[in-house]
């Protein structure tokens, strides 16, 4: 498995907070993702998940 270091800033966990998403699972799924994909909107990388707890996310890398 690759190993993957996330740069945390205060701007990127209130993004994600606002989606519903909490910082553990965000790199638990882009640490090992279902499906690797491109967002139709922006054009990004982007991962689909399923956390330990059963939620999934599609998340932009």
Do not use: N
Request: glycine content about 6%.
């Amino acid at each position: 498995m690759p190993y993957y270091h996330f740069w945390w800033t205060p701007e990127i966990e209130e993004y994600i907070t606002q989606h519903g998403v909490s910082r553990e699972e965000y790199e638990e799924v882009v640490s090992d993702p279902d499906e690797m994909l491109v967002s139709d909107t922006s054009g990004r990388p982007a991962c689909r998940g399923t956390t330990s707890s059963g939620k999934r996310f599609v998340l932009c890398v």
